[in-house]
């Protein structure tokens, strides 16, 4: 990330909710063209989230620990404060001297950007101000939020007038946490009603609806320089799994998240090597 960071702009969108499986399912089933020509040829990485509902695991990705992969580790992080002991920090890793990821690029001369999605960014009382008000810049409005059928293109829609006002040589940092996914996503399906509620096939279609615009957002991420980019979930969340509904619980619908990260290359429209960097350690 020494490499990257200072000659990239960096965007990092966390699908809030995803689950693993209807991620795999989608992109399989080609329902995510967009997304899916981003993935390597096994689909999306299978990792575990860092918690299990968006204020903890958000708190845990801007402090450098995002996803874990889903297999034996140690595993080298990409961004780590400096701390003494860490296991998980190497060669590679950016590391910074401030509290958490977000001033630690300001520090390093990035405009940090972020555009709210569920309640945890909505600045509407001190707790929906915490995480939004670690950057420098930050957006919000209700057609960002849960209730709107059309939310991502909100969304998209503020990331492009913030790409498109921001002076060339400023390098940005732009964070968008995209509400589509979380409940109540009923209003993706046609067909499906309110009263019938939210199911795995809701889910899968609100992340079809956010596949069909995210194209949008990769354009403006990559318009002025080669940004690196993370998507991914921040949990998951459970639609009767063994009986359990919803997240913040210790189960595997809520634990297992999809994770992707590649270079978006604005002369190509397109991206580097999906799912590595130039001498990451894997």
Do not use: K
Request: with cysteine; proline share 7%; charged share 15%.
């Amino acid at each position: 990330m020494n490499d990257i960071v200072g000659s990239h702009d960096l965007l990092l969108v966390t699908l809030d909710t995803l689950r693993y499986d209807v991620a795999q399912e989608s992109a399989a089933a080609g329902r995510t063209p967009n997304l899916a020509r981003h993935l390597p040829a096994g689909g999306w990485e299978r990792r575990h989230a860092p918690g299990s509902f968006t204020y903890a695991s958000h708190q845990a990705m801007f402090a450098g620990f995002l996803p874990t992969p889903a297999e034996p580790g140690p595993h080298p992080r990409l961004f780590a404060a400096r701390f003494a002991g860490s296991e998980t920090t190497a060669e590679g890793t950016f590391v910074y001297d401030t509290p958490d990821l977000v001033s630690g690029l300001a520090a390093a001369g990035y405009r940090t950007v972020c555009i709210g999605g569920v309640g945890f960014f909505n600045r509407q009382a001190a707790l929906g101000s915490v995480l939004p008000g670690m950057f420098q810049e930050s957006h919000w409005r209700p057609e960002f939020g849960v209730a709107s059928p059309t939310s991502f293109e909100s969304q998209v829609a503020c990331a492009e007038q913030i790409a498109g006002e921001l002076p060339a040589e400023q390098r940005l940092f732009l964070f968008v946490n995209v509400s589509a996914l979380h409940q109540p996503n009923w209003f993706h399906l046609p067909g499906a009603t309110r009263e019938e509620g939210d199911t795995r096939a809701t889910h899968a279609a609100a992340l079809a609806y956010v596949d069909r615009h995210i194209g949008r957002l990769f354009t403006a991420a990559a318009a002025r320089r080669p940004c690196f980019t993370i998507v991914c979930s921040d949990h998951g969340t459970a639609y009767g799994d063994d009986g359990y509904h919803g997240h913040r619980i210790g189960h595997e619908a809520v634990w297992t998240v999809p994770y992707a990260q590649f270079t978006l290359d604005s002369s190509l429209g397109s991206l580097d090597s999906p799912n590595s960097l130039p001498g990451e350690a894997r």
